[in-house]
T-cell receptor
Framework: SQQGEEDPQALSIQEGENATMNCSYK?????LQWYRQNSGRGLVHLIL?????REKHSGRLRVTLDTSKKSSSLLITASRAADTASYFC??????????????FGKGTHLIIQP | EPEVTQTPSHQVTQMGQEVILRCVPI?????FYWYRQILGQKVEFLVS????????KSEIFDDQFSVERPDGSNFTLKIRSTKLEDSAMYFC?????????????FGSGTQLSVL
């Protein structure tokens, strides 16, 4: 089954710096999504990039997708203390039969030091 | 902004007991999901539901699990005879149109503790 695996597992940076997280997966996908999870809370969708896209921006977020390398990166620019959370990539593959589940990676725990 | 609501937020039960976790998806969404997250581990897909039937289920979703949409608003996950290893945070999610082409909206989760 396809899997998203993020690295690093944990990342600690100073406020104002940029944070980069990477995700690798194993099989073909329709799209790749990034979610954020604050401690003990549900996941919040950040951005979706389709398999035919290479880069996408949303505010301070920049996502890239390289399907030849089966990898994606999430860049958060000008980090803030409120960005402290776990970040997950999730891959989706529509089989045509209905609503297939996303496959999540283990996540990167990001800590922004004030 | 519309949101997915889950109840209860915490559920403690004895091993072997039945539990029902409840979710109210966003009203105009068509695809519904249950995921779970064991403490410190990745979020795992359990089941998806569309057009009043299961669309896909994972290996975790065995005969002890069932889902139901008893009315036009609720979506429930039942575990018939809970095991210790069922202890986890259970998340309900919903999406519009073709689920994988759209973002999922997650509830805040139900923390299930099986003693």
């Amino acid at each position: 089954s396809q899997q998203g695996e993020e690295d690093p597992q944990a990342l600690s940076i100073q406020e104002g710096e940029n944070a980069t997280m990477n995700c690798s997966y194993k099989t073909s996908i329709n799209n790749l999504q990034w979610y954020r999870q604050n401690s003990g809370r549900g996941l919040v969708h950040l951005i979706l990039i389709r398999s035919n896209e290479r880069e996408k921006h949303s505010g301070r977020l920049r996502v890239t997708l390289d399907t030849s390398k089966k990898s994606s990166s999430l860049l958060i620019t000008a980090s803030r203390a409120a960005d402290t959370a776990s970040y997950f990539c999730a891959t989706g593959r529509y089989s045509g039969g209905g609503a297939d589940g996303l496959t999540f990676g283990k996540g990167t725990h990001l800590i922004i030091q004030p | 902004e519309p949101e997915v609501t889950q109840t209860p937020s915490h559920q403690v039960t004895q091993m072997g007991q039945e539990v029902i976790l409840r979710c109210v998806p966003i009203s105009n969404h068509l695809y519904f999901y249950w995921y779970r997250q064991i403490l410190g581990q990745k979020v795992e897909f359990l089941v998806s539901f569309y057009n009043n039937e299961i669309s896909e289920k994972s290996e975790i979703f065995d005969d002890q699990f069932s889902v139901e949409r008893p009315d036009g608003s609720n979506f429930t996950l039942k575990i018939r005879s809970t095991k210790l290893e069922d202890s986890a945070m259970y998340f309900c999610a919903s999406s519009d149109l073709r689920g994988l082409d759209e973002k999922l909206f997650f509830g805040s989760g139900t923390q299930l503790s099986v003693l």
